[in-house]
């Protein structure tokens, strides 16, 4: 009996072509939520685009579902934590519109520099006004990429061909590998100052929304030229609207945008500003790759094998699940704490067991946890325990894992060293029972934090005032604090505190407590 397959968004033809090679294929676009509940329990795999939503209460109706794909990069669209509870595989084709992505961005920069658009629409009203659209050369040009994943790598090697200087802003790349590309790695900040032209190629997440703004604008060169390919919403649209009126930005080339339709957005009425709806991946080539890619992937595992590019993390095999999963849940907040409380580009990650936890049957699922801890919250493409050791080989990271007998005083402990360009950082953890996971040192100062909630943590001088500082400036805020830890070395040194408190902490907040003296270090952390 063949497997039975719903496609519930449009796909191309070369994807079906193959599905139909193995599978029953049903294309029904355009259900709703309760469409899809009434019929998904019939079907052994789910093909989407964006147009689906596959919701929980979808996921719990596919009794059969074994497979959800995404012809694209994002997933979304997809609750892929109600995925993983059933034991669901959901993958995605994020390769297969690199190019197209990439090939687009070159093509908005050109006619940003040349002023294509703007001059066609002029012709075409029957005008002959070759002086209005004097342009610019892109040669010798200093080219700012924020992001150097896929794309932005791509788009590094076609401004080369160009003759282009390119520099590039990404945490997670080591100076080592960019320079194999013959790109530069700056920080954000010099990146800004020094680029003619930016591109941006980064994920939207807390860390990068309107990271483009009124004050970082100001910094830039004048005559900058934006251009955004990636998300919308890294860039504040207000902000540039005015800096393209005022003249600070010479144009702007965008695909996205913070709400699409954009059709409240300032940048609209603007000449010197590009636009596009969305284009980014509108390829043919583009659309028939993703629908391969998913097609295949979903026939290999309806055929007990796996998939490519998996997005939620397989499940534990049953009879390690009780013993490794407490360390699992406690590895993944750490490294989600670890990468918050680092500054600079990483280099390096340690990871240590100790005591029982060097016992443990699978620590190299451990080790992928952690990893996808650090970086699934600040790349376009989700980090999953399948792709975390690619991800960080490829960014360059160095990877070392020990185990040891010697637990610090603790049955079990791990603990993880990250090495920037800039710092290192500590975090060690232990699991003292099922439910009982705790942050037991960070930096080298003892805690007893449980990994959940938000927390401010701070260096800082052993001295009165400092502490009741800090908590003053929270109340002033509405910001409740939970509890309290306080770890020294000696009294009158260097202290570290941690306030678990009930909320985030705006960052006007968190900027008042830095200026605090004594304060050497403060962070806000979500865990």
């Known amino acids: 009996?063949?497997?039975?397959?719903?496609?519930?968004?449009?796909?191309?033809?070369?994807?079906?072509?193959?599905?139909?090679?193995?599978?029953?294929?049903?294309?029904?676009?355009?259900?709703?939520?309760?469409?899809?509940?009434?019929?998904?329990?019939?079907?052994?795999?789910?093909?989407?685009?964006?147009?689906?939503?596959?919701?929980?209460?979808?996921?719990?109706?596919?009794?059969?579902?074994?497979?959800?794909?995404?012809?694209?990069?994002?997933?979304?669209?997809?609750?892929?934590?109600?995925?993983?509870?059933?034991?669901?595989?959901?993958?995605?084709?994020?390769?297969?519109?690199?190019?197209?992505?990439?090939?687009?961005t070159m093509a908005m920069m050109l006619s940003l520099a040349r002023n294509i658009p703007q001059a066609t629409a002029s012709l075409k009203e029957g005008e002959w006004k070759r002086s209005k659209f004097m342009g610019v050369e892109l040669n010798d040009k200093i080219l700012g990429i924020m992001g150097f994943g896929r794309i932005g790598r791509e788009v590094a090697k076609r401004a080369q061909a160009m003759q282009m200087k390119c520099i590039a802003y990404d945490p997670f790349i080591t100076q080592e590998r960019a320079a194999?590309?013959?790109?530069?790695?700056?920080?954000?900040?010099?990146?800004?100052?020094?680029?003619?032209?930016?591109?941006?190629?980064?994920?939207?997440?807390?860390?990068?929304?309107?990271?483009?703004?009124?004050?970082?604008?100001?910094?830039?060169?004048?005559?900058?030229?934006?251009?955004?390919?990636?998300?919308?919403?890294?860039?504040?649209?207000?902000?540039?609207?005015?800096?393209?009126?005022?003249?600070?930005?010479a144009g702007a080339a965008l695909d996205v945008f913070e709400n699409e339709p954009p059709t409240e957005s300032p940048l609209l009425g603007l000449d010197k500003v590009i636009v596009t709806p969305h284009l980014g991946a509108s390829t043919v080539e583009a659309q028939k790759n993703v629908a391969v890619s998913v097609a295949n992937q979903c026939i290999s595992v309806l055929e007990g094998?796996?998939?490519?590019?998996?997005?939620?993390?397989?499940?534990?095999?049953?009879?390690?699940?009780?013993?490794?999963?407490?360390?699992?849940?406690?590895?993944?907040?750490?490294?989600?704490?670890?990468?918050?409380?680092v500054e600079g580009r990483l280099e390096s990650l340690e990871i240590t067991y100790g005591g029982e936890a060097a016992q443990l049957p699978n620590t190299k699922f451990v080790t992928r946890v952690i990893l996808k801890g650090m970086l699934d919250p600040i790349l376009q493409v989700p980090a999953n325990i399948v792709n975390a050791e690619f991800v960080a080989k490829?960014?360059?990271?160095?990877?070392?894992?020990?185990?040891?007998?010697?637990a610090q005083g603790f049955k079990n402990i791990i603990t993880i060293t990250a090495k920037t360009d800039r710092m290192t950082e500590t975090v060690s953890g232990s699991v003292s029972g099922p439910n009982r996971?705790?942050?037991?040192?960070?930096?080298?100062?003892?805690?007893?934090?449980?990994?959940?909630?938000?927390?401010?943590?701070?260096?800082?001088?052993?001295?009165?005032?400092?502490?009741?500082?800090?908590?003053?400036?929270?109340?002033?805020?509405?910001?409740?604090?939970?509890?309290?830890?306080?770890?020294?070395?000696?009294?009158?040194?260097?202290?570290?505190?941690?306030?678990?408190?009930?909320?985030?902490?705006?960052a006007d907040a968190m900027d008042e407590i830095k200026k605090i003296d004594g304060i050497h270090t403060a962070k806000h952390a979500e865990i």
């Not at 191309?12 to 599978?23: V, W, Y």
């Not at 005559?223 to 955004?228: A, P, Q, S």
């Not at 929270?474 to 770890?487: H, K």
């Open 1 to 104: 009996m063949k497997y039975r397959v719903l496609v519930s968004d449009p796909l191309a033809e070369e994807g079906i072509d193959i599905l139909r090679e193995f599978c029953d294929v049903d294309v029904n676009t355009g259900l709703t939520e309760n469409q899809l509940v009434d019929i998904i329990g019939d079907y052994d795999g789910l093909l989407v685009r964006s147009g689906t939503e596959v919701t929980a209460r979808v996921i719990d109706a596919g009794a059969k579902l074994k497979f959800i794909g995404r012809a694209g990069a994002g997933v979304d669209n997809i609750d892929t934590e109600a995925a993983t509870r059933r034991g669901i595989i959901v993958a995605n084709a994020p390769e297969g519109n690199t190019l197209a992505a990439t090939e687009h």
């Open 180 to 249: 194999s590309l013959g790109v530069e790695m700056v920080p954000l900040d010099e990146l800004f100052r020094r680029a003619d032209v930016i591109t941006v190629h980064t994920p939207l997440i807390k860390e990068t929304r309107h990271v483009i703004n009124t004050e970082t604008i100001a910094t830039m060169r004048d005559g900058v030229r934006l251009i955004n390919c990636a998300r919308g919403g890294i860039i504040d649209e207000k902000a540039l609207a005015d800096a393209v009126a005022s003249g600070k930005v």
């Open 305 to 341: 094998g796996s998939a490519k590019y998996v997005v939620n993390a397989p499940m534990i095999p049953a009879e390690q699940q009780a013993l490794v999963e407490p360390y699992a849940m406690l590895a993944q907040k750490m490294g989600s704490l670890l990468i918050q409380l």
């Open 394 to 406: 490829e960014r360059g990271i160095r990877m070392s894992e020990t185990t040891t007998e010697e």
């Open 437 to 506: 996971a705790r942050i037991v040192s960070i930096g080298g100062y003892m805690t007893d934090l449980t990994p959940t909630g938000h927390v401010v943590i701070s260096r800082h001088t052993d001295k009165p005032g400092v502490i009741g500082k800090a908590a003053t400036i929270l109340g002033s805020v509405n910001v409740n604090i939970a509890g309290m830890q306080v770890g020294r070395n000696k009294p009158g040194e260097e202290a570290l505190m941690v306030l678990t408190v009930d909320s985030a902490v705006p």
